[in-house]
């Protein structure tokens, strides 16, 4: 006789960038055995492959829905809400003052500074965006010229970390762009190249307003303040993107 089939519930969480509503499971444990494996790795790629397997495994409901058309922050939120939804609203992690010379020292050596444990609330992460960000970027008032900008996916913004040529800096802000606009005109038809090709033609200044996008985009943030238990020294440390509440 056949074992009866295992249902996982499944919620629907709004992602905070695109609004959109959807579906997701909670991971099982060959998703969480897959995560652990690529923790212990301490290796970045890893670990974000592995996130983004579990996250298309387990939105696999939504038809049509791909993680590699996701923006970064709706994948971190994601994430977040499999986390809660999986294994609980909190995690423990632990936090070393960097400038205090015992907390340098390996922690089975006499005298070190052991790490605080510090509990955080996952469901009270909140999603932060800079003052004056916006998605509608002006790039010469006389004109109106302008472009309406989409958020990166994780991929893209993987790429922003890594790029090493300007050529290569264009092809993804280009791939950003969602059209172009000036005092007559909406632009929505164009290639790639052709998108390259005007972004290479920006001045510094404008190119500069395009990059403050990506800087200035939206994400998760929270601050934690904790006293190093050997200087008794109040650190305050700032936890920025799903990796530093998970690694």
Not at 159 to 166: F, L, N, P, R, Y
Not at 199 to 205: I, P
Request: aromatic share 6%; glycine share 4%.
């Amino acid at each position: 006789m056949a074992l009866p089939k295992v249902t996982l519930p499944s919620y629907t969480v709004e992602l905070p960038l695109s609004k959109k509503k959807i579906k997701i499971r909670p991971y099982n444990v060959e998703d969480e055995k897959l995560l652990l494996t690529a923790v212990e790795s301490k290796d970045v790629t890893t670990i974000s492959d592995s996130m983004q397997t579990i996250i298309q495994n387990c939105i696999s409901g939504n038809k049509g829905l791909d993680v590699k058309d996701i923006a970064d922050l709706d994948l971190q939120y994601i994430f977040l809400q499999l986390r809660i939804k999986s294994v609980g609203e909190t995690t423990t992690i632990g936090m070393r003052d960097p400038t205090c010379e015992f907390s340098k020292l390996d922690l089975e050596a006499e005298g070190a500074c052991p790490p605080v444990q510090m509990e955080i609330n996952l469901t009270q992460i909140p999603v932060v965006t800079d003052e004056g960000h916006t998605t509608k970027i002006i790039l010469n008032e006389e004109q109106q010229l302008g472009v309406v900008m989409k958020y990166p996916t994780i991929g893209l913004m993987e790429q922003i970390k890594e790029v090493t040529s300007s050529k290569a800096l264009y092809d993804i802000v280009a791939q950003c762009i969602e059209n172009v606009f000036d005092a007559d005109e909406v632009y929505t038809e164009f290639t790639r190249e052709e998108m390259v090709a005007w972004v290479s033609a920006l001045s510094t200044r404008q190119f500069g307003k395009l990059m403050q996008f990506f800087e200035s985009q939206p994400r998760l943030k929270q601050e934690l303040k904790y006293n190093c238990p050997k200087c008794n020294t109040q650190r305050t440390v700032v936890l920025e993107g799903l990796l530093d509440f998970f690694t």
